[in-house]
């Protein structure tokens, strides 16, 4: 699997914007491209979550994409991925403690992660000195993050984006039951956040509601999404807890769920960008029914790709960060012109397409990398055009 490699950043745009901003570029040595038409792209994460978490993914990425490189023309350049944390997550979270305390203390407004997400790509900070705006631009969010990255194209100058693929977006349809209240929020304050060392802190979260995540997923989480603190101002009595507090990850719900401002503008983003969604079968987190209300009311149909993985739920990403991958990857092969591609059919035994549904088992104990790629090609070849994949 290619290896990965990572460079933090702060990005300081106050007093224009009063936060400041963590933020982490990517990229894997040896398959970087500096070419015109190489992709950047841009990541943001799920509320109590941090920009590393995306990190697994990454290397599946790029996995899955050097190895359909040396075997067919189904891939394309990436330069780099740039993560930017939310400003209450992760570094974030410790740059901005007494603020969040006094400013955000019940509520942190999503499109406040909107517009650190605009503030970074427009350059109107200063600690990151890439320009952005010539970049071919890729936007890939989860959950809060993929409703951020909605809103931050309402903010002027427009970022241009090439494409997005919103995972399981924090959005509740506007079809759905007024009555229906998300768990998540709830969740953020039953789960424990204290713990004697990072050993214990790993065993307790093993345990809970996050037992089924990837064990990168949870090592990410342990070594980045928590911070060690001194008892009663003791620097050798130490304790582990949560960068972002229990109290500023239901504030983010409180302001995300119900939001009405990305509901009401994905219409029009789908009608300025190429959207591809991706929807766990699983209504664990988010109303039944919801993704197909989405993409069918409130999108107006206007999603290019639509791919409900079944088995996978609301955190899909922490669960099986190979199967976001490749998700990722089928959707950016659709959204780069096939002229650029000079596409061909790949070899590939996956079974068969009947009508709009193609149905792709994926068993990662029974498939090789190279015979998922092969999956993957294929997947690449049949549709996302008007398609939804079920």
């Given at each position: 699997m290619p290896r990965i490699e990572s460079e933090s950043f702060v990005v300081d745009a106050r007093p224009q914007y009063p936060l400041l901003i963590s933020v982490k570029r990517y990229w894997s040595p040896g398959f970087e491209s500096t070419d015109d038409d190489a992709l950047t792209l841009v990541l943001t994460h799920a509320a109590g979550?941090?920009?590393?978490?995306?990190?697994?993914?990454?290397?599946?990425?790029?996995?899955?994409?050097?190895?359909?490189?040396?075997?067919?023309?189904?891939?394309?350049?990436?330069?780099?991925?740039?993560?930017?944390?939310?400003?209450?997550?992760?570094?974030?979270?410790?740059?901005?403690?007494?603020?969040l305390k006094t400013e955000y203390a019940t509520i942190f407004p999503v499109e406040d992660y909107a517009r650190a997400i605009h503030v970074v790509?427009?350059?109107?900070?200063?600690?990151?000195?890439?320009?952005?705006?010539?970049?071919?631009?890729?936007?890939?969010?989860?959950?809060?993050?993929?409703?951020?990255?909605?809103?931050?194209?309402?903010?002027?100058?427009?970022?241009?984006?090439?494409?997005?693929?919103?995972?399981?977006?924090?959005l509740v349809s506007s079809e759905v039951d007024k009555a229906y209240k998300s768990p998540l929020e709830a969740l953020a304050a039953?789960?424990?956040?204290?713990?004697?060392?990072?050993?214990?802190?790993?065993?307790?979260?093993?345990?809970?509601?996050?037992?089924?995540?990837?064990?990168?997923?949870?090592?990410?989480?342990?070594?980045?999404?928590?911070?060690?603190?001194s008892i009663m101002g003791q620097p050798k009595n130490k304790i582990v807890t949560l960068k972002c507090t229990k109290s500023q990850e239901a504030a983010t719900y409180r302001g995300a769920l119900g939001n009405s401002n990305a509901l009401i503008y994905l219409s029009s983003f789908c009608s300025h960008v190429p959207v591809y969604a991706?929807?766990?079968?699983?209504?664990?987190?988010?109303?039944?029914?919801?993704?197909?209300?989405?993409?069918?009311?409130?999108?107006?149909?206007?999603?290019?790709?639509?791919?409900?993985?079944?088995?996978?739920?609301?955190?899909?990403?922490?669960?099986?960060?190979?199967?976001?991958?490749e998700n990722i990857y089928t959707s950016l092969i659709q959204a780069i012109s096939t002229s650029q591609l000079k596409t061909k059919l790949p070899p590939a035994n996956v079974g068969s397409v009947s009508g709009e549904a193609f149905?792709?088992?994926?068993?990662?104990?029974?498939?090789?990398?190279?015979?998922?790629?092969?999956?993957?090609?294929?997947?690449?070849?049949?549709?996302?055009?008007?398609?939804?994949?079920l």
């Open positions: 979550s941090h920009n590393e978490q995306w990190e697994p993914v990454l290397e599946e990425l790029y996995g899955v994409n050097a190895t359909a490189s040396s075997i067919s023309k189904y891939s394309f350049k990436i330069r780099e991925a740039w993560a930017i944390e939310c400003p209450n997550h992760g570094e974030g979270a410790l740059l901005n403690e007494e603020k790509l427009s350059g109107r900070g200063k600690g990151i000195n890439v320009d952005f705006k010539s970049r071919r631009l890729v936007g890939i969010g989860h959950s809060l993050g993929a409703t951020a990255l909605i809103l931050s194209r309402m903010i002027q100058p427009t970022i241009p984006w090439l494409a997005a693929v919103l995972i399981e977006p924090l039953e789960n424990p956040d204290v713990w004697p060392d990072r050993e214990e802190a790993l065993k307790s979260i093993k345990s809970g509601s996050s037992k089924s995540w990837d064990p990168r997923i949870l090592d990410f989480y342990v070594s980045y999404g928590l911070r060690e603190i991706v929807f766990g079968s699983k209504s664990d987190y988010l109303p039944a029914n919801n993704s197909s209300s989405l993409a069918e009311k409130d999108a107006g149909g206007k999603f290019k790709g639509v791919v409900t993985e079944d088995g996978e739920g609301h955190f899909m990403l922490q669960t099986n960060p190979q199967v976001v991958a149905k792709l088992k994926r068993e990662a104990s029974i498939y090789t990398p190279a015979a998922r790629c092969d999956m993957m090609l294929a997947l690449a070849d049949h549709h996302f055009k008007d398609s939804m994949f």
